[in-house]
């Protein structure tokens, strides 16, 4: 494998393979000295009556090898930890052209550099270590040569391939419009594969010390029903459905959203019940039963067989100041509320004044994650009087109860209510 600087590092071992070929029966006579070989923007090379003749080679794309795109194993598990430093196979695209202010200079190096590349379809890791030891045979050599001669290029277990490739016409004119430079003779390589991977620290698991099978009845729990399906936050809630019991009653968790399970309160074969986390906020969950499967090798359980997710509702609650008295607040001002469960920042909150319905805002970035109290900004126009108090979270609106009690002075109307004065 190579690391970043192997990009690079190719750019330098193509202008060495040009420069031995040069003092090897080549167009010595045209180029002169090594200066003749170069590697920059098609923009940044001088044209006109008096250009030096020279041969440039500039890449101007990278693409991903698809054959080797996805033979890495995932970079990452599910909790963000590394699992390992897949590698990035790169195909690189070289632009090869020439130039000259003789009538014949840019003819005469075009047919010497495609020979030079036809002859070489494979560069030989000799020419490698080459090219990393010519950047620094002059010293002071320039910082970023140093860290080319320092890439691991040589090493790369792949060999570097030289590929022509067939541009159309239309494809030369698009490069060389963006170039905005006067055109010169072209032709295109791809040079394959460029392997690049990261040395980063990652997790690895220890070697297997020992095997064990265990053959288990394929029934998996299964999940028909949820009592109450509408829950406040801590209420005690009943599942119904089947195998729900392993080995052990040890072994049987409820999960809630997929986090780390918890034991039932009560269980029976189809029946168990479980009070609901204080940290589920209001909205639509999903719930599941899990079995865990110890091994006889092993006292520590595992992950085994998991039922359907199962849907239900946790309804938002409205603590009252003075239960059984309306809450009181002045139009154009701002009424404060305190909900059970506490809301998530993000969570989209509306409270129902009667029949009138108040979005709130999404609260700033650097408003806390959860939150127990709203505000809520009460229009100047609301109608005065007395009318159901309501909050919707995610969709789950809370309760209205209605009073029954004949003694009440509130006998048959709907609580919690809000007052609203002039």
């Keep these: 494998m190579s690391d970043y600087l192997a990009i690079s590092g190719v750019s330098a071992v193509l202008k060495t393979l040009l420069l031995n070929a040069l003092s090897d029966g080549g167009p010595s006579a045209i180029l002169g000295a090594a200066g003749g070989i170069t590697n920059s923007a098609l923009d940044l090379i001088p044209t006109g009556p008096d250009e030096t003749a020279q041969v440039n080679l500039f890449m101007y794309y990278a693409s991903i090898n698809s054959a080797m795109r996805n033979l890495g194993l995932p970079s990452a598990n599910a909790k963000g930890d590394g699992l390992s430093n897949p590698p990035l196979a790169l195909n690189l695209h070289y632009l090869v052209t020439t130039y000259g202010s003789a009538p014949f200079d840019p003819e005469i ?3 010497w550099a495609m020979q030079v590349f036809h002859d070489t379809p494979v560069v030989p890791r000799a020419i490698i270590e080459q090219a990393f030891a010519d950047l620094i045979s002059a010293p002071p050599a320039p910082k970023e040569q140093q860290m080319i001669a320092a890439s691991s290029l040589v090493n790369q277990f792949e060999q570097i391939r030289i590929t022509p490739e067939a541009l159309t016409t239309e494809e030369i004119y698009r490069l060389w419009s963006a170039f905005q430079t006067s055109y010169r003779p072209t032709t295109s390589y791809q040079i394959s594969v460029v392997v690049i991977q990261g040395n980063k620290k990652f997790i690895s698991n220890l070697p297997v010390q020992t095997r064990s099978v265990t053959a288990l009845p394929l029934m998996a729990p299964a999940i028909v029903d949820i009592t109450p399906s509408m829950a406040v936050s801590g209420e005690m809630i009943t599942i119904t459905g089947s195998n729900f019991l392993g080995d052990s009653p040890s072994d049987t968790l409820v999960s809630f959203d997929g986090a780390p399970g918890i034991d039932p309160s009560t269980l029976q074969g189809g029946v168990l019940r479980v009070a609901l986390p204080s940290t589920l906020t209001a909205g639509v969950h999903n719930v599941r039963v899990q079995r865990q499967v110890v091994f006889p090798t092993s006292n520590r359980p595992h992950s085994g067989f998991a039922s ?35 809301v998530g920042r993000l969570q989209s909150v509306v409270v129902y004044l009667g029949d009138l319905a108040i979005p709130l805002a999404t609260p700033p970035p650097a408003a806390p994650n959860l939150s127990a109290t709203i505000a809520v900004p009460v229009p100047a126009d609301t109608a005065v009087g007395t009318s159901p108090l309501r909050v919707e979270i995610d969709g789950v609106q809370s309760v209205l109860t209605q009073d029954k009690n004949t003694a009440s002075p509130t006998f048959g109307q709907w609580l919690p209510q809000v007052q609203v004065t002039a």
Aim: glycine share 8%.
């Design 308 to 342: 359907n997710p199962f849907p239900f509702q946790v309804v938002p609650t409205i603590q009252m100041p003075v239960p059984g008295s309306p809450v009181v607040v002045k139009r154009g001002d701002v009424l404060s509320l305190t909900l059970v469960p506490q």
């Design 109 to 111: 190096l075009m047919g």
